[in-house]
């Protein structure tokens, strides 16, 4: 039976939610896409600007400051000026180089996540990467750069790696709940740092006793600068190393071994038992896995821009928690990480350093950031929340009965868009898109599809969607992602484009004798298969 | 049945339970001996008194009694080291270091973790997981303060401090229960979203300027008769009120938790809420009033700190982590009052003395610091008897 294949696909609402998260979140994973954590953000940061407001400021400033200190304003300088000396550019490089640390924590938290573990000793395995790393950078001085950095790199994800492992560890021996153990081990962290450090601890500073600091990173430890001046806090090569791991993180997930078993543990632990898989070992395999990323990024902020580090440091330090706010906006994924990262990273510069006192007082829009932090995770962690309001709006479009019987004629629609100057067009986008969703169930949906199609990619993604479409039914698709090379041409090439979209469309929905709005969709796809 | 009558016939004071609690305060007597006011200069002293404490673990841990009997003997094996450790230091760093304001201040350390562990108690036990206590607790703090501030009164701050941890309590609840949405996570944006609040609005409400000197604060019970003897005086003699609601609280909430039908009620949430829902409990209502009890537990924790041992101010991130040392407090204490009490009153014995050791080594009294997280890593890893939480713990109930 092909509805056995995926029990969860269709969570409906009204059912008992599974006790595991993991599968409760996979499944609103599949239903929310691209758009519920854009709403969930912009969600947090209506009502932080509602917070903002009610205390006699204007939100619209606030955002405004912090989106102008966090850099962004310097994409649309055009020509771009990669000077430094340009505040724009200083403050995106800045942006960057917190994006950094911030994807690295994330996907500390995401990588578990996907194995049904809650990683909350990010900030643990990161300070223990920052530890290590500064006693390699400082110790091993003797050492020429390459080897040193790589060494001092290494050495922090190993360390971060076992103090993650801890927890894994004692999850698959004695099964003592990982959010605990990785409370407990946070604050172990936060201490022992503090004691290595702080006054006669063995990695205090040589020349200044009184100051409760480690000593400086050697030169040859120094994680080159790419934008930016080194003496100035540039942006360091680390920054790709980051990216990377966005690459390794899908690649061990979704094209190795590994990957597959610590997917089908998250998904369901017994069953994932039950087909051969040492789920205690994935338990230890995915903690020590994300302690290498969290152990990573203290080893880049280390050697890239922070080279020094003190007591008063180590207390004020969040970056490892924000690392949940981060993944779980993210969706676990490599991609979405990595744009979260990007968004946390803007927020974190642009509420501090980068913003303009002037605007809006930075030490209310630090808090404000923590405020929004806390709002995105709350919403996150609503799962059954946004999966009920999703699930209603696909109820309520079904009923709807959204596709006119044999589609929509092509003079008609390329006449509309004509007359009306395009806007048709993009009800017409939107209509395709979320129609092609609802067929598929999945897809990016209709906002997400006119969104982007504005960058261009929508073009490309409509045809590949209603290629599969054709595909998945068993028949010769007659487009195909290709085929949104048409609109590459301007006017006449966007309107062949068109026509060539609802002429696929009209032959399928022509074709499939089951139209989507008078059987429930899962009734149409086993019939197809 | 022969085993079923001897076991009835003994009495309680030499059950393996108790003779197990016998020998842990044998162990801190060893370690008591050489401290002073007593100051043993001997090591003998606390050796022979800890062998006695592990002898009656060993005895314990012999008869069943694995989990407190471990504990004896581990009392014992650390009373006789730290004794052992104090006969060799000099009396005078000792008498700097064990006063009778240890006490005093132990209690201090203990009572906002006591408050934070009670309160995650009684949330975790109707089944809903508390991770948010962090924040509640300092929304508790930040509130408590501006409401003594504005109000003029601490009695008002108190009762702003508690519809603050309330009105947290109540949206953790509410993700937690009606949502059905993962309990650690909305527990984590309540820390996040806590410490963002409360930093704002002391921005916002005060400035650069701090909490203006002259708040009203909780005040302090002298107790007539005994505040002027010698040792006692200086040690409880003279204790803050909401100490002493803080001990008072832990016999009550062991009460109402286990010898009254609404405790049973909670309890059952937390167990098997579908039983309980069977036998017409209403899960829903009583899981709310569970978590929004703990909420304002927590925030009377905060409250401590700024209006009470605080002294009227507040600082940002107040709380820096003692709602999650009172996590680890219940945990360690395994989920039950006296137990949570007890690891309240260790770990805030830790800090107190991680405040004195200095006089020794300023890089041990930090590594001290950690020690309450040590002993509960140890804790939930069962190397010491296992602690094992209520069994629908975090688990979300819907009704069918």
Sequence with gaps: MSSNAEPTANVPPEQEPHPDFAVRLGAAQRAGGLIVPVLTAILAFLAGGIVVAATGHNPWTAYRGIWDGAGFNWLFHIPWDTNTIHIDAFNLSQTLLITTTLILTGLAVAFPFRCGLFNIGGQGQYLVGLVVANWVGVDFASWPTLPHVLLGIGAAAFAGAAWAGIAGFLKATTGAHEVISTIMLNWIAIWGAQYLFGQGGPLQNTYNTAAPESGPVAQSAHIPTFWGSSLLQGLDYGFFVAIAALVVFWLILNRTTLGYEVRAVGFNPEAAAYGGINVRRKYIQAMAISGAFAGLAGALDMLGYLFQFGVLDVQASQIGFFGIAVALLGRNTAIGTGLAAFLFGGLLYGTTRGLDPNVFDPSLAGNLTSMIQGLIVLFVGADIFILYIWNARRKVRRSAGFVPDGGRPVGMVLLLSFFTFGLYGIYWLYRSFAEVRAERDSGVGGVGGVLLSVIGVGVFLLPSYIGKMFTERGRRPPISGWTGCWAIFPYLGGLIWMAKMQLALNEYWGAVDVHPTETPHVATREVAT | ?400
């Design chain 2, 1 to 400: 049945m022969t085993t079923v009558g001897s076991f009835q016939q003994t009495h309680w004071a030499f059950r393996p339970r108790t003779i197990a609690v016998y020998g842990s305060v044998l162990g801190l007597v060893a370690f008591w001996s050489a401290i002073p006011p007593f100051t043993a200069r001997s090591p003998f002293v606390p050796i022979v008194i800890g062998i006695f404490a592990i002898a009656a673990g060993v005895w314990a841990v012999s008869r069943g009694a694995r989990r407190v009997g471990w504990g004896a003997v581990a009392s014992g094996i650390l009373g006789i080291g730290l004794g052992v450790l104090a006969t060799r230091s000099s009396s005078g760093n000792l008498d700097t270091v064990f006063t009778a304001d240890l006490i005093a201040q132990v209690l201090v350390f203990a009572t906002p973790l006591t408050f934070g562990a009670l309160g995650g108690m009684v949330s975790e036990r109707a089944g809903v997981v508390n991770v948010g206590l962090e924040g509640m607790m300092l929304m508790g703090a930040f509130w408590g303060v501006y409401g003594a501030d504005k109000g003029g009164n601490w009695f008002v701050g108190i009762l702003v401090a508690l519809a603050a941890g309330g009105l947290f309590a109540l949206i953790h609840a509410y993700w937690a229960i009606h949502l059905r949405g993962d309990q650690i996570i909305s527990g984590m944006a309540i820390n996040f979203l806590a410490l963002g609040v409360t930093g704002y609005f002391f921005e916002q409400l005060y400035g650069n300027k701090n909490i203006p000197a002259g708040v009203s604060t909780i005040p302090n019970v002298a107790i007539p008769g005994i505040d002027h003897l010698r040792f006692v005086g200086p040690a409880i003699g003279d204790l803050n009120l909401l100490i002493w609601v803080g001990i008072i609280f832990v016999p009550l909430s062991y009460f109402v938790l286990f010898k009254t039908p609404l405790g049973l009620r909670v309890r059952a949430c937390g167990e098997h809420p579908r039983a309980a829902d069977t036998v017409g409990i209403n899960v829903y209502a009583t899981r709310y009033a569970a978590v929004i009890v703990s909420g304002m537990l927590a925030a009377l924790g905060g409250a401590f700190l700024s209006i009470g041992f605080g002294g009227g101010s507040f600082t940002e991130n107040m709380t820096e982590g003692r709602g999650f040392i009172a996590l680890a407090a219940m945990i360690f204490g395994n989920w039950r009052p006296f137990g949570a009490w007890g690891a309240a009153l260790l770990f805030g014995f830790s800090t107190a003395l991680a405040f004195r050791l200095p006089v020794y080594s300023p890089p041990a009294a930090t590594l001290f610091q950690a020690l309450p997280y040590v002993l509960t890593l140890i804790a939930v890893a069962g190397v010491i008897g296992r602690s094992i939480p209520p069994k629908a713990d975090g688990q979300p109930y819907a009704k069918q």
